[in-house]
């Protein structure tokens, strides 16, 4: 991560040195999620804050309907023309389009532009790189083209983009961390009215670490749709039983033991984890507004160890690292974070034992795993916005 005072400039030289133009430039962050996983799209709780690493998409108008989209990290260049027929490429440029025709679907007039995309958020890495790209690419083809959406509405834009056209059936957690994130809060979202709720973050004494395994992860092929369709069959089958539920967001703690008869294995632990999480996101946040930090810290480690039980989405790099935290002095609590099968670990830490953990975690996982996890403190920061470009 780079200061934003010489990065804007960098951007628009990027720019300027592909495309002879200048550009506007906007930026949206990646997210870690504190707690709340896989609640999303079962219409629960999740308690994600956006964190300082950025992605930049620098844009100007063409005259023609042709997107250009250079990415630097990918040093690809790519282009579509708006006119033409859409079919999904299962490949990076489903991203872009997906949200120029979301928007268009959406009745913004989206025009051809020159596209210059450069991210801080690294792929892949379970913390929201994709959601990113969607809030700051819809943010720039919203304001050329003169539309009037707000961070929420681009939020949602962004989800169909990637349920829609990329075909990953995500909640909008992601999405709606990097479009209405604030510096020094997390976000508890209500994922079923879809309420954002500040909740300052006391980050005087303790800081979050974030772990990054180096597992890649591809959640367009792995099993973050089939966890999905399990929570649908589940849901199904209780609703056959006679349960009036619209979702799993509305069974109740106190109901697990009875689901045991009616769900086969292994939708009775997928139940239980969301059914869980949720109680857990509820107490974390009650935990976080009262300064109970090492209650906060519990219900990380129990969103863990249900992660990876009940719903079998953590990976054997993500348990390592977890666990090797845990048991380092200092450490409040330990979990996986975002959709899993790889990416990156969330740690709370007092503040005085950040460089023993990161030193701990550097040793540990590379006498493991024979290379060095990424690790990075995680600064709670704003959502997408526009650059300010003067001067670049
Ligand atoms: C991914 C998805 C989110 C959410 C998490 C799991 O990050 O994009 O919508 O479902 O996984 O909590």
């Known amino acids: 991560m780079t200061d934003r005072a010489t990065r804007v400039p960098a951007v628009v030289a990027g720019f300027r040195e592909r495309f002879g ?14 707690i709340g996983e896989h609640t999303d799209y079962n219409d629960g709780f999740v308690l994600p804050m956006a964190i300082a690493e950025r992605t930049y998409v620098a844009a100007a108008p063409r005259s023609d309907d042709t997107v250009r989209v250079y990415s630097r990290e990918l040093k690809k260049d790519r282009s579509f023309k708006l006119s033409d027929a859409w079919a999904r490429r299962g490949k990076w440029l489903d991203y872009i389009e997906g949200v120029a025709r979301a928007l268009a679907a959406r009745g913004v007039n989206v025009r051809g532009a020159d596209v210059y995309v450069t991210s801080e958020v690294p792929l892949g890495a379970g913390l929201s790189s994709s959601a990113a790209l969607e809030l700051a690419l819809g943010l720039a083809f919203n304001t050329l083209g003169g ?7 681009l939020a949602l834009v962004g989800r169909a983009a990637e349920n829609e056209f990329v075909g990953v059936r995500s909640g909008a ?48 092929s792995n099993g973050y749709n089939e966890r999905r369709d399990e929570c649908q069959r589940a849901l199904a089958l209780l609703q056959r039983a006679g349960r009036a539920v619209q979702s799993l967001r509305e069974v109740g703690v ?17 139940v239980r984890h969301v059914v869980r999480e949720n109680a857990r996101t509820s107490a974390a946040v009650d935990a976080l507004k009262r300064g109970h930090l090492a209650a906060f810290g519990r219900l990380m480690n129990g969103s863990h160890a249900s992660l990876r039980d009940d719903y079998e989405v953590s990976a ?52 493991k795993f024979g290379r060095a996890p990424g ?18």
């Open 254 to 270: 106190e109901e697990l033991d009875a689901l045991q008869r009616i769900l086969p294995e292994p939708l009775v632990r997928r």
């Open 375 to 392: 690790l990075r403190l995680a600064m709670a920061s704003d959502g997408v916005r526009e650059e300010p470009t003067a001067g670049a």
């Open 147 to 153: 539309g009037d959406l707000t961070p929420r509405d």
């Open 173 to 220: 957690m992601d999405q709606l961390a990097s479009a209405l994130g604030r510096e020094g809060h997390a976000l508890f979202i209500d994922c079923r009215s879809l309420e954002v709720t500040p909740v300052r973050l006391p980050l005087d004494d303790v800081r979050f670490v974030i772990c990054d395994t180096g597992v890649r992860h591809s959640h367009a």
């Open 21 to 34: 133009t200048a550009p506007r430039v906007f930026s949206a962050p990646g997210r870690v999620n504190l």
């Open 316 to 367: 054997p790099e993500l348990d390592f690292a977890v666990a090797l935290a845990q048991r380092e002095p200092g450490v409040i609590g330990a979990r996986m974070t975002g959709g899993g099968f790889g990416g990156s670990a969330v740690v709370l830490v007092d503040g005085a034992d950040v460089e023993n953990l990161f030193e701990s975690l550097a040793r540990g996982f590379t006498e």
